[in-house]
């Protein structure tokens, strides 16, 4: 059984959403805990800056009313399902389903299902 105290407070975002992520392998040794706001973890043994709300540096502290502002990096990659045929044609099929010869291009892509 467990006896590690939860901190209360995220260091970075100083919300109150902490929960216990792991503990070491070696009971007693350390725990790692998680931010449930920011996503933030750290480790028991860490020093008080990356530890403590009061003495983690300000620079990196977050608001979390701006998290959801926040750019994703790096920027989410949606591969398209199927090339254009317009894309086909110039650079060639980057989904694989289409051949890459000009006319066989079109035929191929459509055939393929990819969008024109
Ligand atoms: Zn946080």
Redesign the pocket.
């Known amino acids: 059984m467990s006896t590690t105290t939860i901190p209360d407070t995220?260091p970075?975002?100083d919300?109150h959403e902490v929960s216990l992520l792991t503990e070491s392998p070696v009971p007693g040794r350390w725990s790692m805990y998680l931010?449930g706001?920011?996503f933030?973890s750290w480790r028991s043994t860490e020093p008080g800056y990356a530890t403590d709300p009061a003495t983690y540096p300000a620079a990196f502290k977050?608001d979390p009313a701006d998290i959801p502002k926040m750019p994703v990096v790096p920027s989410a990659y949606s591969p398209q399902r199927s090339c254009s045929v317009a894309a086909v044609v110039s650079a060639g099929c980057r989904c694989g389903r289409a051949s890459t010869g000009r006319a066989a291009a079109r035929s191929t892509a459509r055939a393929a299902g990819c969008r024109p």
């Open positions: 995220c970075r975002c919300t931010c706001v920011c933030y977050i």
